[in-house]
């Protein structure tokens, strides 16, 4: 593959892209900041710290949404500076290697980066669930099942694969935001008090699921919404843990019809083998023991689950043997 080689894993929340030149996983927060008159004005974690905290002349947002772009237009924009800023060459003649997530039409990421107006010599798509599992260190190529839950911000996308394609999967629209606004709307209904996004998060990722537990608890600020000013509020485990049990619920119950649906011969590997979960909310406290019980299958969890996909991509650059798990498109095939 050419010097300038990228594997990219579109994230709602987050952006990772690995760069063969430096041999880096590059991770910012998938965000932008547009002012007025101005344009894209920062963008990545940059554009997270003004999220919440911007005038009103300077809106951030992001721009994927649901697995898929929401503005083409700033997505790219974001694209070519994020990569002009961290390579050190000319990235004319560069190679992309997307992660695809299931649902998503191949098309989309592909037009995606021709639109940067950086000369690419290709743009090659593989399957999200196979980069995950290559990830994972696994070789999806061989004839046994693995199945992978990869929870992400907007989606939780759960497939079984085996002989380097999905046997079968399923996306839901459930993950790490709908997990935060249940957050947000008990703190609501219980205590009348409002806090924004980066809160709730920061809630999930202290205290996770853990029913029962009353004793540990963070404290957070939020505005009092019957005196309309900022005060101090003390959230329990136990308490955060009601509060998402739906959310959760619905991805468990996601799990368990897939495994329904799995053919046995393939049954037995994933009992043997165990569930891996990836994604941002992998880590989520007490969601691998919820799951476990659930099943009654392991699960397995790794270092930097957000990871997955691109390291996966990584080994694809890297390995000759599995360039084959990637295709492109029509439109390009017929260039």
Known sequence: MSAQS???????????????ESDTIYCEKNMVAIEEKKGMIAYGNEAFDMHEKAPANIEVLYPMSFGTVASITYMQQFLRAFLEERTKGSLKGAEFIVALPTDVQDRVFTTLIHGTGIKTKNVELIDKPVAAGLGLGLDVTQAQGVMLVDVGADTTEISI???????????????????DE??????RREYGYFIGNKTAEFLKNELGYQPGDTTTRREICGRNMALGLPALLEITADFVANAIAEQLKSIVDAIKMILERTPPELGVDIIRNGIFLTGGV???KGLDGLIADATNIKVNLVEKPEECVAR???RVIKEKEFRSLTFITKEQ???
């Open 182 to 187: 249940a957050i947000s709307s008990a703190i």
């Open 312 to 314: 996966g991509l990584e």
């Open 161 to 179: 694969l085996s002989l380097g394609g999905t046997v079968t999967s399923k996306l839901i629209k459930n993950g790490g935001n709908k997990i």
């Open 333 to 335: 095939d017929y260039k």
């Open 6 to 20: 990228f594997g990219c894993d579109f994230g709602t929340s987050s952006i990772k892209i690995y760069s063969k």
């Open 282 to 284: 992998a880590n989520l």
